[in-house]
């Protein structure tokens, strides 16, 4: 795999999204010396790792799918992961993936050859395979992290991360205490009360929840939109234009927000009926600063009476439950931790080597950056999907996604001229393309308080500080005056 005359080779990693995207795209343009590695046994990625009850997607499903592959049939609004677990996988089959697929594949390692032009990745099995590009596509929000809570392992009861749910635990019946309220937790709580005796919400920061419109699509509607395409496309842009509406809320004139703000007190209101309650439900930071989630079960859930919301602080686990910070110990047959992903720890244990054998675990270490938040100095050849400052604090990651994917098709074709073996971005322009997103980021919400969107001396390595339409702006020209080019 090291380039022929169907052109450069390039080695993806993930079947999430993003690697799925980026496949198609070189597909499209006639590449096909391509191979996606991916460590699970079936594609999907987190939509595949994300089973617990009440998975969805908080973003609309006509935005949240590919721009050239509309699905007429979504069966709600806002879906939920087995429809879109299917939804990718049959593109996968449309788009004929699955032969360049190997699967039980993780990626440990890559290292570049200057001298032959080619990435050495190695996988957990000590397989070796070799390309002329890298992609990694893992994402951001692949890699679960449990809290830093003294004793943890000395819970007698099962425990879970949501991300890895257990669903061998039946929890009819039983006391559950769940350790976060981020947006897995908003979701599984809900269905967790139909099933558990009592359920125990510890809350470290109170989410903004806002109510979502998430009708079922009527057969009339499945008609429409599969006959008259554009009907469906109407209520995408419709979504796209309200998420860039809160993009630039966010990021340019929070006072914008205060809006939506009201909106969220107003459901307090309408759910929460106890003072003593809602005040606890209520953020004490600027919306959007943290995730926005959406949600119509959540508050309405957390008001009955088999559901406690804890605001006292975790001082350790204990062989029955959770000890807070007055000495209670809180008892529970059952824990689980919605405390989220490693956000900030892009391509998580890979260990990736570029010139010289200079270490990206280095470079990246007071913080991972790219130019444009695909590509390193010193690491030629290398793009990221879903990368450094490329999350969305609204809209969806996918079209971000297609833009990267465009992106990296360029870089390949560009691979095919004469004379070129490898593309590698210049340091002064991916400097001065860092200084620009932080700088601008300092001026957003984000930087108003802590969240996985930040590191913990305060940068901001997740998300994208601008609309949408500016990073397709700018990406969609790939400029080799950009990189230095070697023969």
Same mark, same amino acid.
């Given at each position: ?35 996606? &590695? ?5 594609? *999907?990625?987190?939509?595949?790792? =994300? ?5 969805? $997607? ?37 788009? *004929? ?10 990626? +440990? ?17 000590? /397989?070796?395979?070799?390309? %002329? ?38 929890? +009819? *019946? ?49 008609? #429409? ?9 109407? *209520? ?15 990021? @340019? ?8 703000? &009201? ?6 209101? @309408? ?17 959007? $600063?943290?995730?926005? &989630?959406?949600? %119509? ?13 804890? +605001?006292?602080?975790?001082? /350790? ?19 689980? !931790? ?8 892009? &391509? ?35 793009? $990221?999907? !879903?990368?450094? =400052?490329? =999350? ?23 691979? +095919? ?5 490898? #593309? ?24 108003? $308080? ?22 397709? @702006? ?14």
């Amino acid at each position: 795999m090291t380039g022929s005359a169907k052109g450069p080779s390039v080695l993806i990693a993930g079947t999430g999204f993003g690697g799925i995207g980026t496949a198609i795209e070189l597909k499209r343009a006639g590449f096909t010396d391509f191979t996606i &590695l991916e460590s699970a046994a079936e594609p *999907g990625g987190v939509w595949r790792d =994300n089973t617990y009850p009440g998975a969805a $997607c908080d973003i609309p499903s006509p935005l949240y799918s590919f721009s050239f592959e509309p699905n007429p049939r979504w069966p709600k609004r806002f879906s939920h992961q087995p429809d879109i677990l299917a939804y990718l996988r049959r593109v996968i089959a449309k788009y *004929g993936l699955e032969p360049h697929i190997r699967y039980h594949r993780e990626v +440990t390692s890559a290292a570049f050859d200057e001298d032959r032009g080619l990435w050495r990745v190695e996988t957990g099995a000590g /397989e070796i395979f070799e390309a %002329n590009v890298f992609v990694p596509a893992v994402g951001q929000l692949s890699r679960p992290v449990l809290p830093d809570i003294p004793n943890r392992e000395s819970f007698a009861g099962d425990a879970f991360h949501s991300a890895r749910w257990d669903h061998g635990v039946d929890l +009819t *019946g039983k006391r559950v205490a769940v350790i976060g309220t981020g947006a897995s937790a908003v979701q599984f709580v809900p269905e967790l009360r139909k099933r558990a005796q009592h359920v125990t919400v510890f809350q470290r920061t109170p989410p903004y929840v806002m109510a979502k419109s998430d009708p079922s699509y009527r057969r009339w509607q499945h008609w #429409l939109f599969e006959h008259l395409p554009p009907t469906q496309l109407l *209520g995408r842009l419709r979504i796209f234009l309200l998420a860039e509406y809160a993009t630039y809320a966010m990021t @340019r004139h929070p006072v914008l927000a205060k809006m939506f703000e &009201l909106r969220t007190a107003q459901l307090r209101r @309408r759910h929460i009926k106890d003072p003593e309650l809602r005040a606890k439900l209520k953020p004490a930071y600027p919306l959007g $600063c943290k995730r926005i &989630l959406f949600t %119509n079960d959540y508050l309405p859930a957390l008001a009955q009476p088999d559901v406690d919301v804890e +605001t006292r602080r975790i001082t /350790e686990i204990t062989e029955k439950g959770v000890r807070v910070e007055d000495g209670t110990e809180i008892e529970a047959d059952v824990l689980v !931790y919605g405390t989220g992903f490693a956000a900030t720890q892009f &391509l998580g244990r890979m260990e990736v080597r570029g010139l010289g054998g200079r270490s990206l675990a280095d470079e990246w270490s007071g913080g991972a950056r790219a130019y444009l938040g695909m590509t390193v100095p010193g690491f030629p050849n290398f793009f $990221c999907v !879903y990368g450094p =400052n490329t =999350n969305l604090g609204a809209g969806s990651i996918i079209y971000m996604i297609e833009r990267q994917a465009r992106y990296i098709r360029q870089a390949v074709e560009r691979l +095919t001229r004469p004379g070129v073996s490898y #593309l590698d971005v210049r340091p002064e322009v991916e400097d001065r393309y860092d200084r620009e997103v932080q700088q601008r980021l300092g001026h957003s919400v984000w930087s108003a $308080c802590t969240s996985w969107y930040r590191q913990a001396d305060g940068r901001v390595t997740t998300n994208w500080p601008g609309l949408v339409t500016e990073y397709d @702006r700018r990406t969609r020209r790939f400029d080799v005056a950009d990189y230095r080019v070697a023969g």
